[in-house]
């Protein structure tokens, strides 16, 4: 290990300086780092022994440490210390997150002014009082808000809403919180006024006596049980049978109903692209996050771990000395340190503020970019020609966001599990720490929009920038590269620099969303309804929103690169960068190869550079590895270490979590028999036949001729 | 679901039959099922929410039930019924396979006649005396056998071996059936006589007294813990400290040990090709079936979920009905069906019996097939021009094995994949099945062998296979299109039918592997060794292996619908054969474009061909799914559930396997501070100092204007 931080070509603190953003995020990580290092709640190293019930204990045990931050830290360092616990305990980020993300942001985004300061009176900022859950999802509906069952019927007699499961498939569901936290829950459910359906709307529910913690009259709540990963947020369910609450805790910032039960409904629907925009992005941060995490461990493994020798009496080969084993991880590498990029920059150009405590963190925040194209449609009218580019600006932000999350996630998960299976043997140890990383994270990709749904969202307004750009009309900056001429050919030879590569993701994005609008106008000419279109074209808008977003991470990547003081660092990432590309090309070679931008010998002299460009990156896998500034206690694996003293720490973690039985727990009961165990008895056929002699004499000899 | 079930266009019951390969297969899993579902140690219900150790213990009351059917059951059932209890339970499959399978196989396969007789004596065959584990990986060493550091030293003054763990590394590890079930263990170990060493071989050495299951003296074993799934399987440590075993205790068919010390190795190094084989196919089988076990479940739900409405008051569009889902799903059905016959034909093949309680199942028994060949070599002589016909086909037959081990059981962990992540968040309860599924299965990956390695041993063989094809010999059956004119062009219009495509893997299998072999030999002109060139080209011989083993497996299913009688069952095959040739061609476009077997507007073509396949295919899946004859019991999933009555079975499995609490666990201690909690006490600073009065009322002062 030491070998391999000998002299490495580039500062090392200079390009963790360079991923974290700034010195200040550096040094704000590496403090909270050693905070919770030091904090008994942060104990780490039994985790992945724990039972269910156990770890929901523990999570519990470590609000009271992050309450105080809450209250105390500005938001963009709280925010930014989330961003770190995310990455350590996904399951307890969910469950704090749950009070302040979800049911925090309900109220703020659906309360009226004095509804909202009603509730932070009743302690919801800091916890005292109230902890929220957010109750939208049921059993039988996710992704469809508007299609929630649940009913809220107005009482005219009594000024109440009457909250009710009217079914089984109406139960609220996957409510984070619920099962054992929670004293109060953001409802979703159907307004009902006078007979008449008024469509889903917000409404606080008390679900537990804040001092017995008794289930309030009328409310059911039960666990929802073992999860394939974060066991540490308490799911449940929760059923109303005719619940009743005063009207006043519909939150009425846009909706109101009246004391006569009048539904006045506002002006515009309103916007929730701030909420989702923020929320993605903190996705993509994540992605790059974890996927570092599972990295560092399986790099680190492959530098300490040999197999086979090259000759009789030689060392074995360190296993990243493989061409194929930096196959197996270097383009990874890059690809994590390509989202991470495009997570900072984003945060950046949108101006996200992940966390406010007034404002809910993860769930809401217009970000300034939104605020003000959100204010231009507002006070715009319609016909205004600055109104059209606005919405076509917030119409490519969110759809770009959804592909990146989408794509992002995935590329997360399956990083993990190249991890996971690149540690051979060990991988499938549960301290090796990646099956729990895998487990935990494998969410990402179905909650906030099942990421198939997502893709297919964002190739829907990829179809429609390019109809706009047929049109001649000038498009957002991140799809603006369809509008330029882009059937333009590769360079005939030469190395391919990141001006070349960026073209050619260029080219064939735009080429692919072509195809999508080709197969939609062909479904719509054969008879198909807008929507059936849609439909039918999926694949094909599937395939664009992919390339389109690996050419937009591509391009993010690129941009910080160009950002960075010249140096060696910014070479090595102008490397990474050119790795990330040129990779990618390769795993989409079918689309490169279809529309002709490359051929077939371009190809495999992509292929080639691809090796080359792993081989050179090789010699700087653990210097980059610690430039992901990660601590031993973060990374949670003995794989991972930083000394790479990988066995005896990995013997001893195993030895310390699977201490000796004093006594075998099932020897006796169900080894001993089995060990000394006769064949089953035959039954005595003769005796229970009571043959005669002679009968039983000739019986023998017929057996015996046998 | 009725709906779904009512008038197939075939005959469901017909179609079954072919897929389990004969009516008698099928009758025997159907009794098989019927068998377990009523044996109380195969109760099901709650194994997702058991702990590590319960599991344990459940999985060791499966032994006495399973006794008595290894020795009464002729072999070719009990083997079909091992497969079974494969998808069932992997864990316990696992556990009662070492003995059966690794230790027993070892014995058999290195152990003297007399030896043998011994260990049969001992009870070796009913575990009746004897349990034993497969001590030869360890800490430091996987794959290579060769490189095991474990010492067993010939001491010739007490006739006896001393076995030692020289250091840490070389402690064995990942041991199934160490930690608590073994009392004997099959140990492999350098061998060293009078100072020499002669490579690694099989000793027998006891670990624990078969009375009180007290440790030997200077055995140590320790439990190697918690995994990523198989909980099931007692994996543990073992470490010796000069444990002395007679030297009777070294297996010695092959290589022996005189009284005196000397080492008689023997004429022919031997073969274990037969040994991978068998395991082998075993994994592609298991790979279909758990893929379909996990489709049962994704498809089932797929019917009965519904999402989002067409129009205004219409019901919800079932998942299934929506072009994105049947992609998500269907091409993978085909997949899994695909490989299942593909084992089937393999099985018939090699005419493999997988298991054999004297010749140990999964690990041993050369088929009929690989005795021939293993007996033509052991008779031939050398320059026999039949010896190389010989060598070629058991060379095809191994590396065709490779790559199926390694390609079938990534495609089934994908498909477990992707079946739980359409399942939306309900796939993310672990009472789905899926996410258990997946961590049991994962290990497929790894063992026997890590995929990625095989994939590479396949490529190795393939451009060796090319090379003989350029020299005009006759190749393998397996790889024999090779050498056929295989440069020949698609159709140019019209529906590729099974023969078309056929032709298309062919061509471009040849082509990949031809790319393979002209990268190999390209880093030898530029002067590497042939070792080194080999590693060099790794990714090129990764994508030769893939391709071929996806035209292999294309070409099995082809095989398997030309052999089925006409009908409409045949009809259905074929189309999804045509599903999986065409999805894979999609697939793996890059390489059909590449050599120019399709151009653009073909591969257009072959895109809509599959979403025509999959939208025709979607009004079968129920009929298909249920002719994968898995039960209720087997399936083990509220969401996968025959009669489709899903929430209210997932309602109640969730109640009952998380029960009300009496009292809540932590609320006292952990929710009822917080939420009464005040603001931290601020110090009186003022009191501490002692202030004077006059200071404090400047102190206040100063306070104010802050």
């Given amino acids: 290990m030491a070998k391999e931080r000998a002299n490495p070509p580039f500062d090392v603190r200079k390009l963790s300086i360079a991923m974290h953003g700034s010195r200040k995020s550096l040094l704000l990580k590496e403090k909270f780092m050693a905070e919770i290092s030091r904090d008994p709640a942060f104990y ?82 800091g916890l005292n009082g109230v902890i929220g859950c957010f109750g939208m999802t049921e059993l039988a509906h996710g992704s469809n808000v508007a299609g929630v069952e649940t009913t809220a019927t107005f009482d005219e007699k009594t000024d109440e809403f009457v909250i009710h499961t009217p079914h089984l498939g109406a139960t609220k569901w996957w409510i984070g919180g619920a099962a054992s936290t929670a004293t109060h829950c953001a409802v979703f459910a159907q307004l009902i006024v006078k007979g008449k359906r008024h469509g889903v709307k917000t409404f606080i529910v008390q679900l537990r006596d804040v001092k017995t913690f008794q289930l309030r009259p009328g409310i059911n709540i039960g666990d929802i049980g073992k999860k394939m990963g974060r ?29 006569e039960g009048i539904v006045v409904d506002p002006p515009l629907a309103q916007l929730t692209y701030g909420a989702l925009l923020s929320g993605r992005i903190a996705m ?46 270097i383009p990874y590498m890059a690809q994590a340190i390509a989202i991470g990029f495009t997570s900072l920059i984003l945060t950046k150009m949108y101006n996200v503020r992940l966390y406010h405590a007034l404002e809910g963190w993860l769930y809401l925040t217009l970000s300034n970019f939104l605020q003000e194209l959100t204010e231009a449609m507002e006070t715009l009218e319609p016909g205004d020609p600055n109104l059209k580019d606005v919405l076509a600006k917030l119409k490519e932000t969110h759809s770009t966001s959804a592909g990146l999350k989408a794509f992002c996630t995935w590329a997360c998960l399956e990083t993990i599990d190249k991890c996971r299976q690149s540690c051979g043997g060990h991988g499938y140890s549960a301290y090796s720490g990646l099956p729990n990383m895998y487990a ?75 195809k999508a609008a080709e197969d939609f106008a062909g479904h719509i000419a054969k008879g198909s309804s807008k929507d059936e279109a849609m439909e ?25 690169c160009d950002e960075q003081e010249e140096g060696p660092e910014k070479q090595l990432l102008s490397d990474i960068c050119r790795l990330y590309g040129l990779w990618q090309i390769e795993e989409q070679g079918a689309s490169f190869l279809k529309y002709a931008y ?31 500034a990660l601590s031993d206690h973060v990374v949670n694996s003995p794989l991972g270490r930083y000394d790479g003293d990988v066995y005896t ?41 009571g043959f005669s002699e002679e009968l039983a004499e000739m019986e023998k000899e017929r057996k015996a001729k046998k």
């Fill in 536 to 560: 039918k074209c999926s694949q094909s808008r599937f395939i664009a929103a992919k390339l389109h977003t690996i050419g937009y991470i591509f391009r993010m990547f690129r941009r910080a």
């Fill in 44 to 125: 780490l190293a039994d985790i992945y022994d724990l039972s269910k019930d156990q770890i929901r204990e523990r999570t519990m045990e470590k609000f009271a440490s992050l309450v105080h931050y809450v209250t105390t830290e500005p938001l963009d360092v709280f925010n930014y210390r989330m961003q770190l616990i995310s990455t350590v305990d996904p399951g307890f980020w969910t469950r704090f997150g749950v009070h302040f993300g979800l049911f925090l942001g309900a109220i703020r985004s659906g309360a009226s002014p004095a509804q909202f300061n009603y509730w932070i009176d009743k302690g919801v900022i």
């Fill in 598 to 628: 490359f051929n077939a010998q371009q190809m495999d002299a992509v292929q080639a550079e691809v090796d080359g460009l792993c081989a050179s990156l090789r010699n700087v896998v653990i210097p980059v590895v610690d430039a992901f």
């Fill in 649 to 689: 720490a990995y013997f001893n973690h195993v030895c310390a979590a699977n201490p000796p039985n004093k006594e075998h727990p099932y020897f006796e009961r169900l080894i001993k028999p089995l060990l000394e165990r006769k064949p089953l008895d035959e039954e005595d056929v003769d005796a229970a036949m």
């Fill in 284 to 329: 993509v941060a994540d992605s790059s996050n974890t996927a570092k995490k599972a990295l560092t461990i399986a790099l680190r493994y492959a530098v300490v771990r040999r197999q086979f020798s090259a000759g009789k009496n030689q060392l074995e080969t360190q296993l990243i000395d493989y061409p194929i084993h930096q196959r197996r991880l």
């Fill in 231 to 259: 066991d540490g947020i308490d799911n449940g369910y929760i059923q109303f049978t005719y619940v009743r609450v005063p009207r006043a805790h519909m939150l009425m910032k846009h909706t109101q109903v009246s004391r």
């Fill in 440 to 514: 935990d994270f494998a969410v990402q990709c179905t909650w906030e929009g099942d990421n198939t749904i997502l893709s297919l969202q964002s190739g829907r307004a990829l179809i429609s920038s390019w109809a706009d750009a047929k049109k001649g009309k000038t498009l957002a900056p991140g799809v603006a590269y369809m509008s330029e001429k882009s059937n333009v050919n590769a360079k005939s030879s030469g190395k391919l620099d990141l001006q070349d590569i960026d073209q050619a993701w260029a080219c064939v994005a735009t080429n692919v969303v072509r």
